[in-house]
């Protein structure tokens, strides 16, 4: 049972890696348009205010054309760098892959507890059974000292309350 526990939490802590993993990416490549289109835009403001200041003659229903173009291009760079409202800002963005990011590690710190787990439970169980053919009391204890290790590392892949030093 605790073998089939251990391998369920393997399992999921690798889905889990690669889920997170796939939606960091995605967040950044959004945030990557995002940037490229505060950009573009803010690249429109900077002409536009450039035409205004060196046009100092224009007619003043262009002038007022261009300024609102300029205020719109501004007010978008602003919203493209944080928009509360629909989560889609860069600033958001990058709290979300960031956290996207942080349950990838986690899962990537939990995979290796499942994995070893798995194998000294596996283990666990057939010197327990050999134990019983050769009737051997020492393989037996053997088992169960590593069924019990097997059930820390299971408990620390939910947990994680202390890292493995290899995996």
């Keep these: 049972m605790l073998l089939a ?7 999921n802590a690798t889905k889990d890696t690669i889920n997170s993993n796939i939606q960091a990416s995605d967040t950044w490549a959004f945030y990557q348009a995002k940037n490229i289109r505060q950009t573009s835009n803010q690249l429109a403001a900077d002409q536009l205010e450039l035409t205004l200041a060196s046009q100092p003659n224009l007619p003043p229903d262009v002038r007022a054309d261009l300024q609102r173009r300029l205020d719109g291009y501004k007010a978008t760079v602003a919203r493209y760098e944080s928009d509360p409202a629909t989560g889609e800002g860069k600033k958001e963005l990058t ?4 956290a996207f990011e942080a349950r990838r590690e986690r899962a990537q710190r939990q995979d290796p507890n499942f994995d070893f787990s798995q194998a000294l439970f596996q283990i666990a169980i057939v010197l327990g059974s050999v134990s019983i053919v050769a009737a051997a009391r ?12 097997a059930i ?9 309350c202390f890292d493995l030093p290899i995996g």
């Design 5 to 11: 526990i251990s391998g369920l939490g393997g399992a």
């Design 138 to 149: 020492h393989l037996l204890l053997l088992g169960i000292a590593l069924g019990g290790v």
């Design 152 to 160: 820390v590392l299971l408990l620390n892949g939910f947990l994680l």
């Design 95 to 98: 709290d979300k892959a960031q």
